[in-house]
Every structure is written in C-alpha cells, then in structure tokens.
C-alpha cells in the first residue's frame, strides 16, 4: 500500500497547518462514523509541518464526533502544550504516538484504534491470516507488538519501535491496531483495510466450516496490485470521497 507525502508541503506555513489541522479533524470523525471509537480513549495524531517537531493531537474528554480543526492540541516532543488550550492530552496517547514520529519521518500520521475487531483478532494467537483480498494488502506490511499494559512508560518506545520497524500495520497484542501514513488520508484508509480484514476474519470463523488461505506468492504482490488499483494514489484516491460523506452526515469539522 503506497503511502503518498502530503501535498501540504507545497503550502505556506499557516495554510499547510490549517489544511493538516482539517484533515485530522475529518478522520476524527470519519473514526467515528465508521463506529472504530473508544469512548475518549484512542488518539490519531499528526506532525505539524516545519523544523518544530510539533505534533497535533485530540484534546483529552472531547468524542470524537465532536472533535474540530481549531479544537485540536499542539504539543512538542515531550508532549508539553505549544499553545493555549482548555484540553489537556492523554498521556498513554502520546506515548505511542510519539515514539513512532520521532523514529519515523514518513510518520506524517498516526492512527490507533481500540475497534472492537481488531482487539479480538489481536488477541488470536496467529492474528491476522490471509483470508480475504483487504488483508493480503495489511499482511504485506503488518508487524506485532506484545502488550505490556496501558501505554504510560517511556521505556516501551524502543521495543513499539523497534517492532514495527519499517512497515505501515501494527498489531497491538490484546490492545488495538495502528497504522502509519505519510498522509492522513493514507493513515484513514490504510486502517479501513486493517479493521475490515479483522471482521472478515472474525465472521470468517464463525462460520465453523474450513477456512481457504490466500497464497504467499498472492500476498507477496499485494504492493504491485494495490498501486494498479489506486493509480497510485494511494488512500488519497478515496480520500475525497470520504470527505463529501463526512460533509453530508456530520459537517462542521473544518471550524
């Protein structure tokens, strides 16, 4: 699954925030309006353009359905607010989330979610198996992480990152999956895939009968197909469309 830079970088400064700060508002929502949320509890985050290393992230105790450009929080590496804000963060959040930015500069986006598929499949000893097309394209780039209980301590980094090394797919062992983009779009898309292949998987196996595994060779081009198939676009393809539905079922994201 390619994953395009963001075409913000053309933009100056404040219009490339803005337009960051808009795009992470949406797929907030979009979490939402797909039913990935938890409550308050999972974070999508993304770094601001510029030498700052400044991250936007979503203010601790507002739904995500709620959430908007201008309400979003500006932190520093250390997770320190870089501008006045009512909300504060949630700890556990940035810990993730900022061990992958600072190990990763394509990490323009990442997202984390506690979907209610995906914790179930996370917690299945071989996780996710190559039962349909959605997750041959996340089994090309997918690694685990082990759970060590809620994520508040600096000294899981090395191990988050060392663990998901290169790849796009994080499989959080008993706890949720992550997805990285070097767009928010393609951060948002890449997690459709994830979360659809866990509910195929999981509906799948209820049926109770044998279960045909995709091949290795077929897994092995996921990459190829998926830029035929996207013009290579990437999640940026869908992006637009995503936008128009989020207009027209929950607008207001861009204030």
């Known amino acids: ?26 797929c907030y929502r ?14 999508i985050s993304a770094r601001v353009p510029g030498p700052e290393h400044h991250f936007l992230i979503n203010p601790y105790g507002m739904m995500f359905h709620e959430i908007t450009a201008s309400s979003l929080v500006k932190v520093d590496q250390e997770g320190r607010k870089v501008e006045p804000s009512a909300y504060e963060i949630n700890p556990a959040g940035f810990v993730i989330h900022s061990a992958i930015h600072q190990a990763r500069e394509d990490a323009q986006c990442v997202l984390h979610v506690h979907s ?15 039962l349909s097309q959605h997750s041959m394209f996340v089994l090309a780039s997918l690694a685990y992480h082990d759970y060590e209980g809620v994520a508040l301590e600096d000294d899981e980094k090395p191990r988050l990152v060392r663990d998901l090394g290169r ?24 997690m459709y895939f994830m979360e659809t292949a866990c509910m195929i ?29 996207t013009r290579g676009a990437g999640g940026g393809l869908a992006w637009p469309a995503l936008l128009r539905k989020l207009d027209a079922r929950n607008p207001g994201w861009r204030d």
């Not at 699954?1 to 949406?26: G, H």
């Not at 209610?116 to 190559?130: D, H, I, K």
């Not at 790849?167 to 890449?190: D, I, K, Q």
């Open 30 to 43: 979009l979490v939402a309006l797909y039913g990935w949320e938890d409550l308050i509890f999972t974070h």
């Open 116 to 130: 209610v598929n995906g914790v179930a499949v996370s917690a299945q000893e071989e996780g996710l198996l190559p």
């Open 167 to 190: 790849r796009r797919f994080l499989m959080l062992r008993n706890h949720g999956l992550l997805t990285v983009g070097r767009s928010v779009a393609e951060a948002f898309v890449a």
């Open 201 to 229: 998987q999981l509906r799948a196996q209820a049926g109770g009968g044998p279960l045909r595994r995709i091949g290795d060779g077929i897994v092995a081009s996921a990459e190829r197909q998926w830029d035929i198939v």
């Open 1 to 26: 699954m390619d994953l395009q830079t963001s075409d913000v970088a053309t933009l100056d400064p404040i219009a490339a925030e803005r337009r960051l700060r808009q795009d992470l508002a949406a």
